[in-house]
């Protein structure tokens, strides 16, 4: 048994996600559910954002456009926070699980990607005013295909992992 | 328990029977795939939605109104992959109240893009940079993205209502 898995699956805060402390059988939903808004909002405002680079709905002017980042990173948080706590409740699940790495991979790549969309391409001074340049497009691209690599490797968590708990191997 | 006659039918189609053959790559396929929907879905008409209740106001109306064709794109996709779930499992979800819950919010978010396009449009898509939209509008894109939201989370609750004879 690893002792480091075993002190976080074991720990009050595990348990009070996972509703072993009884009364508690909501909380997992919950998280779970502030996970999946949070990825809604933040993939899919940053989804928005790299269409219109990419040069559809061209008649949005850009700079505007920069007003939806603080709503990603407010989603962000959500779920930073509400993944932390998920990866708490189940350590091994995911820490044994060699997908959960590139899920964490990826999201770096990706929080990195709307950063530097936002500085460099929304934030520009002269945004509205050139044609964007090629590191623009190729910025948004590589956004849009991080998001759906991000998506699918979450949603494959679910079905790749061996271990549940420390001594439980999963169903699948 | 008696099998209802729609569930039956369900489970003679063609389609359940593919469903079920491949159903360790296709489901999880399905579910990415829906996934990638809602955010589509959310990114977009929530983004409209914003916009009309005032954030990033610099933006006109109908420029932003361009990117509700993706959103109709991840709502097809998401009709499309909820159809493979119900013909696969039809008894998870009609015996399930998230479910139910979650086409009520589906018909009322419906309803009220008809509404929308009858009424409220027409005054907010001339709305320039800056303009900000009358009331009845921000009602209206406050209950699109409250309904949109509300079915998210219904679905999301789905296997925490799973029928107890499921499985």
Redesign the interface.
């Known amino acids: 048994m690893d002792p480091f898995l075993a002190w976080i699956e074991t720990s009050e805060l595990a348990m009070w996600v996972r509703g072993d402390s009884g009364g508690g059988e909501f909380v997992f939903?919950v998280i779970?559910?502030l996970h999946?808004?949070g990825?809604?909002?933040l993939?899919?405002?940053?989804?928005?954002i790299d269409?219109?680079i990419l040069g559809?709905?061209p008649?949005?002017?850009l700079?505007?456009?920069g007003?939806?980042l603080p709503?990603l990173w407010l989603a962000l948080a959500v779920n930073a926070v509400s993944g932390f706590l998920l990866l708490v409740a189940y350590p091994t699940k995911a820490l044994t699980n060699p997908v959960f790495y590139v899920k964490v991979g990826l999201i770096a790549l990706a929080v990195w990607l709307v950063s530097r969309i936002g500085a460099v391409v929304l934030r520009a001074p002269d945004v509205d005013q050139k044609p964007l340049d090629a590191n623009a497009k190729l910025l948004a691209a590589a956004s849009l295909a991080g998001?759906?690599a991000l998506?699918?490797a979450?949603?494959?968590l679910?079905?790749t992992h061996n271990w549940e708990m420390l001594g439980i191997p999963s169903l699948t | 328990m008696e099998m209802a006659a729609w569930e039956a039918f369900i489970r003679s189609t063609a389609l359940h029977a593919f469903i079920r053959t491949y159903e360790p790559w296709l489901w999880?396929l399905c579910?990415?795939l829906h996934?990638?929907g809602?955010?589509?879905?959310?990114?977009?008409v929530?983004?409209f939605d914003?916009r009309v209740l005032g954030?990033?106001?610099?933006?006109?109306v109908?420029?932003?109104h361009?990117?509700i064709p993706?959103g109709i794109a991840g709502y097809a996709v998401n009709i499309l992959t909820g159809i493979v779930f119900f013909f696969g499992h039809p008894d998870q979800y009609f015996y399930n109240n998230a479910f139910r819950l979650k086409v009520a919010f589906m018909a009322l978010a419906g309803i009220n893009v008809v509404v929308f396009y009858t009424s409220a449009f027409r005054e907010v898509q001339d709305l320039g940079?800056g303009a900000s939209a009358p009331v009845r509008a921000k009602i209206i894109t406050g209950i699109s993205l409250g309904s949109w939201?509300a079915v998210?989370?219904c679905g999301?609750?789905l296997t925490?209502f799973r029928p107890p004879f499921f499985h």
């Open positions: 939903p779970v559910t999946t808004i990825m809604g909002f993939a899919g405002g940053s989804t928005a269409l219109r559809l709905a008649s949005i002017p700079k505007p456009m007003r939806f709503l998001w759906v998506i699918t979450g949603r494959l679910a079905y | 999880p579910e990415t996934y990638l809602l955010s589509l879905l959310l990114g977009t929530g983004l914003l954030l990033a106001r610099g933006i006109p109908a420029a932003i361009r990117l993706w940079p939201v998210l989370i999301r609750l925490f």
